[in-house]
C-alpha cells in the first residue's frame, strides 16, 4: 500500500510540474505586454519600463516561472494587474461560492443517479429500465447553461420560488445561502446525473452476472437482498471513478453556470479577469482548478486501493 | 438496424440538411435586420419566430447549424488524426518507453478541466471559432489514442496479425493494413460521440463569448442574447436549446445504435 501510494505521489508531482509549465508556457506566449495594456497607447516608454519592473516581467522567462511557482506553494499566487491585490484573497472570496456549489451539484447528482440506476438496472428491459434510460439520454443531451436558463424562467420569474440569480453571501446563514445555490446546483447536476446513472446501472448489470451473485441467489438470498448486500458494494468502484472524473466537469462546468446565475465565483473572477486582460489572474485561477482535479483524481486513486485490495499491486 | 440508429441517424440527417439547405436556401436572410417585426414568436411567416433585431430564427437556426457542425466535425477530426497513429503507436511498442510516454501524456490531458483550459487558450489567444476548435480538438486525442491502444493491443494477439508478420510486414505496414480496419468501427462509434461532446463545447464556449464572434451565427451565442429576453420572449431560448438538444441526442442515440449494430457479439446475444 505505502509502496502504491509514493508511486502514484510521484505521478501526482509530475502532472503537477507538467501542469503548471504548459499554462505558464500558454500565458507566456500571449500576445501583448501587459504593461503596455495597462497604461494605454500613449505612455511613455519609462513608464511602462518601471510597470514592468513592478509586475516583475523584467525578468528572464525561467526565473518568472520559479518565482510563480515559489510563490503558489506560499500560497502567494500574484497580484493582479487590474485591482492591484493579491490574486489569493480574490480567489479566496470567489471560492466560497464556486466549491460550495461544485459539492451541492456532486451530492443532488449522486442522490439523483444511484436511485435511479438501481431502479433501471432492477427492473432490465422492462418500462422502468426504458423509461430512465431515456430520461438519461435526454439528460446528456441538454446543455446545462440551456437548462439554467429555463429553470429561472420557471422556478424564478414564473413561480418566484428562487431568485434568478446573485448570492446572498453564506453571512445570511447557511440555508439562505444553500438556497440562493439551488437552481445553479440543479442545473450542473443533471448531465452529471444522467451520465452516473448510466454508469450505475450497467456496473450493476455486470456484477448481476458474475459467480457470486450466484452463490448469493442459490444460498437463499433473494434477488433484492444478493443485490443490496453483495451488487452494490463491489458495482460502486467504476462509479467511484466517475464521480472523480465529474468533480472537474462540476468546477469547469459551474465556470458557465456561475455567468447564467450571476455568481460571484471563480467563474466570473476568470471572465472579468480575461476581458481585463488580467493574465495573472487567469493564470492563477487555472492552475489552482487543474491543481484541485488533479488532487482530487489522486485522492480516488488512492480511495479505491483501500476499497480494493487487489489495485494495490497493479501497475 | 436498431430502433436507436434509425432515430439517431433521422435527427442527425436533419441537422445536417438543414446546414446543407442552407448554403442555397434559408426562407429570410438571417442578417437582416427587421425592428418592426422584432420578438415575434412562432408563426406562419417566420416559423421559429423573430429575435430583438426582427432577425428570422429559422433562418439563423439553419445557418448557426453550419457552426456547430464545422466546428464539432474539425475537432474530432483533430483528435483522430493525431491520437489514432499515436495510440498505434503504443500499442506495437506494449510496454516500451514510448508506449508509457504516450499514455502518460494521455493522462495528463485527461486531468485537466477541458472547458478550463479551452478558455485559457480562448483568453490567451483570443476567442473566435478557430480558437474553439483547437481547444476542444486537443482533448479528443488522448480520447482516440487511448481507445485504439485499447482495440489494437488486442488485435496485435490475434492469428491474423501473427500471419502478417511471418509474410514480412513491419510493425508500422501492419498497424495500417490490418490493424486500422479492425479499428475502425470503433473508431467511428467514438467519433460519433465525440462529435456531439463538440457541439456541446461549442455551444458552451460561445454561450460564454468565446466561441464565434458575430456576424457569425451560432446557437450558443442566440441563447447568450436570448439570456435578458427570455423573460417576455421565452421562444428565444427554447428554440436554439432544441436544436442542440436535438442534435446532440440524435448524434448519441446514432452511436449507440452503430455500436450495437457494428459489434457481431452484442447482434448475436439480441437475436
Known sequence: ?315 | MTRNLIIGAALSSLVVLAAVMSFVWTPFDYAALNIPDKLQPPNPTHWFGTDHFGRDMFSMIMVGSRTSIAVALVAVGIGMAAGVPLGLTAATRKGSWLDELIMRGNDLVFAFPSLVIAILITAVFGAGAINAIIAIGIFNIPVFARITRGAALSLWEREFILAARVSGKGAARISVEHILPNVANLLIVQGTIQFSLGILAEAGLSYVGLGAQPPTPSWGRMLADAQTMVSFAPHLALIPGSAIIVTVLGLNLMGDGLRDWLDPRLRVARS
Do not use: C
Open chain 1, 1 to 315: 500500500m505505502l509502496r502504491y501510494s509514493l508511486k502514484r505521489l510521484f505521478s501526482l508531482m509530475i502532472s503537477l510540474a507538467v501542469a503548471s509549465l504548459v499554462i505558464f508556457s500558454v500565458v507566456e506566449i500571449a500576445p501583448g505586454d501587459p504593461a503596455s495594456y495597462m497604461l494605454g497607447v500613449n505612455a511613455q516608454p519609462d513608464t511602462v519600463a518601471a510597470l514592468r519592473a513592478e509586475l516583475g516581467l523584467d525578468v528572464s522567462r525561467p526565473e518568472r516561472y520559479l518565482s510563480w511557482v515559489a510563490g503558489m506553494l506560499q500560497g502567494d499566487f500574484g497580484t493582479s494587474y487590474t485591482y492591484r491585490t493579491p490574486v489569493a484573497e480574490m480567489v479566496k472570496d470567489r471560492l466560497w461560492v464556486s466549491l460550495p456549489l461544485a459539492l451541492y451539484a456532486l451530492t443532488l447528482s449522486t442522490l439523483i443517479a444511484f436511485p435511479a440506476g438501481i431502479f433501471a438496472a432492477s427492473r432490465r428491459g422492462k418500462t422502468g429500465d426504458v423509461v430512465v434510460m431515456g430520461s438519461t439520454q435526454l439528460g446528456i443531451a441538454i446543455p446545462n447553461f440551456w437548462f439554467a436558463m429555463i429553470l429561472v424562467l420557471i422556478f424564478a420569474i414564473n413561480l418566484r420560488w428562487f431568485s434568478a440569480g446573485g448570492f446572498v453571501g453564506w453571512e445570511n446563514g447557511i440555508w439562505a445561502g444553500l438556497h440562493s445555490l439551488t437552481l445553479p446546483a440543479i442545473a450542473l447536476a443533471l448531465p452529471q446525473a444522467s451520465i452516473l446513472a448510466r454508469v450505475m446501472r450497467s456496473s450493476l448489470l455486470d456484477i448481476l452476472g458474475e459467480d457470486f451473485m450466484r452463490t448469493a441467489r442459490a444460498k437463499g438470498l433473494t434477488r433484492k437482498q444478493a443485490l443490496w448486500r453483495h451488487g452494490l458494494r463491489n458495482a460502486l468502484i467504476p462509479v467511484l471513478t466517475i464521480i472523480g472524473l465529474q468533480f472537474s466537469f462540476l468546477l469547469a462546468g459551474s465556470i458557465i453556470i456561475e455567468q447564467v446565475f450571476y455568481l460571484p465565483g471563480l467563474g466570473r473572477l476568470v471572465f472579468q479577469a480575461i476581458s481585463a486582460r488580467d493574465l495573472i489572474v487567469v493564470e492563477s485561477v487555472v492552475m489552482l482548478l487543474v491543481f484541485a482535479v488533479i488532487v482530487v483524481n489522486f485522492v480516488v486513486d488512492l480511495a479505491y486501493a483501500v476499497v480494493d485490495p487487489r489495485l494495490r499491486t497493479r501497475t
